[in-house]
């Protein structure tokens, strides 16, 4: 069965650091964009952060430019959104994505198969 699966989600104070793990399962992501998206509650998917396959195109949201690091270890299989500095408004379900390419803001419909998310909140 393929999957996507991210883990490494919680609750944390402003200023505070998470890191997200996406990892997957009946296939190997060494090959792919893989995209991390953001679902805040009554707010749409948007995109946070992409990068590609070889790691040479690495693309970040304004907003979480400067706190938010991407990175991906292939031999492993897993791809990492380290968090640093959050915010209350970073509040949101976080999602793993594969894509085709890293674009300069990723959009949700540019990526063909999903996680379930893990949830993030940031709170005092």
């Known amino acids: 069965q393929l999957q996507l699966v991210e883990t490494g989600g919680g609750s944390v104070q402003p200023g505070g650091s998470l890191r997200l793990s996406c990892a997957s399962s009946g296939f190997t992501l060494e090959h792919y964009t893989i995209g991390w998206f953001r679902q805040a509650p009554g707010k749409e998917r948007e995109g946070v952060s992409c990068?590609?396959?070889?790691?040479?195109?690495?693309n970040y949201d304004p907003s979480v430019k400067g706190r938010f690091a991407v990175s991906r270890d292939n031999a492993n299989n897993v791809v990492y959104l380290q968090m640093d500095s959050l915010r209350t408004e970073d509040t949101a379900v976080y999602y793993c994505?594969?894509?085709?390419?890293?674009?300069?803001?990723?959009?949700?419909?540019?990526?063909?198969?999903w996680g379930q998310g893990t949830q993030v909140t940031v709170s005092s």
């Open positions: 990068i590609s396959a070889n790691s040479q195109m690495i």
């Open positions: 994505a594969v894509g085709s390419y890293c674009t300069f803001e990723p959009k949700p419909h540019e990526y063909d198969f």
